[in-house]
Each structure stands twice: as structure tokens, then as C-alpha cells.
């Protein structure tokens, strides 16, 4: 891999507290006028050396900049860098960014998105299934944020609406969804110390991660 140059070197020289002052003083011109991208960084985040709500900080600027205009969302930050960042993410920092209803919405929205784009066709030819989930600590009913994955023509499509009969429902929390998407936890890990739980199709649900090519921080 080739070193960073630019703007990309730049971020990646500075203290972690000095990257958060620096993105909460920029503004969507700063960021062109500095030809930064997302990536650039998204690749100067290492969340292993930031401090108690850094992280959160720092994903608050990024989202403060895209909502102002800067072409900076998390929707263009590549597959690596941004499963690099959840990876490296502590429990306890994961848990505060989670508390964010703002940050919380728009990184799991951001994880599902990219559902479709992960899945592999080669395992799931052939499958039919619908897959209910349901993350603890949201706004919805029962305190659940609910989202459906149906995988069907060897594609994977995501709905908000829980439209079909699931083949699995799967309850777990918002923190240990990001580490199983990451290949930090594995499902049988999580259900066996009943941090997540399955109703259906019990093997179908342990094997879910498979069907997909999931990018590793």
C-alpha cells in the first residue's frame, strides 16, 4: 500500500485531539479548498488512540460536514476504511457513538445499505430467505429498530418495512451488530452467551455471516 500524500498525509500527521479540533473549525470549503476526502479520514481515525468520546466527535464532524454540504459522507468512504474504524472501536466507544440517536441512524442506515453491495452470489444462489433484525436501545416499537433483509435472484435487498415471514429474527444490540459485521464477534459466540437471539431458523441464522463477503478493518 502506498504512503498518504496531501491532505491525506497532513491528517494523518496530527495528534487525535488535533484532528477533532481540526474538523469541527472546517466548513464544506475548507474541505474542497483542501482537496480532503472522506477516506483521507476516515484513514487518520485509529479509534485505539482516541479518547473517551473522540470517536463520537469525530463522526459527529464528518456527519456535521455532509449535512452542510461537504463532500464528505460516510456513504463514499470505502468499504475497508470505514469497517477499519467500527473494528478498531472499543465496546464502550461503539456504546457512546450508539447513544447518538443522529450518529446511530445514520451508521447502521450506512451498514445496511452496503448489505447488497457484500453479499455473495456464488452462496446464495438458490436461497429464499427473509431475515428480521432487531437492535435493542432504538426508537421504535418496543425499543427496537427494525430493519429486513431478503435475499432472493442471488441479491440481497434491505426494507425499514417488515413486509415478509422471516425465515430468522435476530435481537441483538446495536454495538454487537457493528462487531459481528466486522468480523469481531461470531453469532454462535454472541447466542451462546445470550447477547444475541435467534427466533426461527437457528443454524440458517449462525451461518448468515457467511453468505457474505464482509470487508475486515
Not at 465496546?91 to 453479499?119: C, K, N, P, S, Y
Not at 437492535?135 to 425499543?143: D, K, M, N, R, V
Not at 432472493?152 to 429474527?169: D, K, L
Amino acid at each position: 500500500m502506498s504512503e498518504p500524500t496531501g491532505a491525506g498525509a497532513e491528517l494523518g500527521a496530527l495528534k487525535p485531539r488535533e484532528l477533532v479540533e481540526l474538523l469541527d473549525r472546517m466548513n464544506p470549503a475548507d474541505i474542497a479548498a483542501r482537496n480532503i476526502d472522506v477516506d483521507a479520514i476516515g484513514r487518520a481515525i485509529d479509534p485505539r488512540k482516541l479518547r473517551g468520546g473522540d470517536l463520537s466527535a469525530l463522526l459527529s464532524a464528518i456527519t456535521r460536514l455532509a449535512e452542510a454540504g461537504a463532500e464528505v459522507d460516510l456513504a463514499r468512504m470505502g468499504p475497508d476504511t470505514f469497517a477499519a474504524i467500527i473494528s478498531r472501536a472499543s465496546r464502550e466507544q461503539l456504546q457512546t457513538v450508539m447513544a447518538d440517536a443522529g450518529l446511530r441512524a445514520r451508521i447502521i442506515g450506512e451498514v445496511f445499505r452496503r448489505m447488497g453491495d457484500h453479499v455473495r452470489p456464488d452462496r446464495v444462489r438458490g436461497v429464499e430467505a427473509v431475515v428480521h433484525w432487531r437492535l435493542s436501545e432504538g426508537t421504535g416499537a418496543g425499543g427496537y429498530d427494525r430493519w429486513e433483509t431478503v435475499i432472493a435472484g442471488a441479491a440481497c435487498s434491505v426494507n425499514r418495512e417488515m413486509a415478509g415471514r422471516p425465515r430468522a429474527t435476530i435481537t441483538l444490540s446495536p454495538a454487537d451488530f457493528l462487531a459481528l459485521i466486522t468480523q469481531n464477534a461470531s453469532a454462535p459466540v454472541l447466542f451462546l452467551t445470550g447477547r444475541l437471539k435467534v427466533r426461527g431458523d437457528l443454524a440458517f441464522a449462525a451461518g448468515l455471516p457467511g453468505l457474505f463477503d464482509l470487508p475486515r478493518g
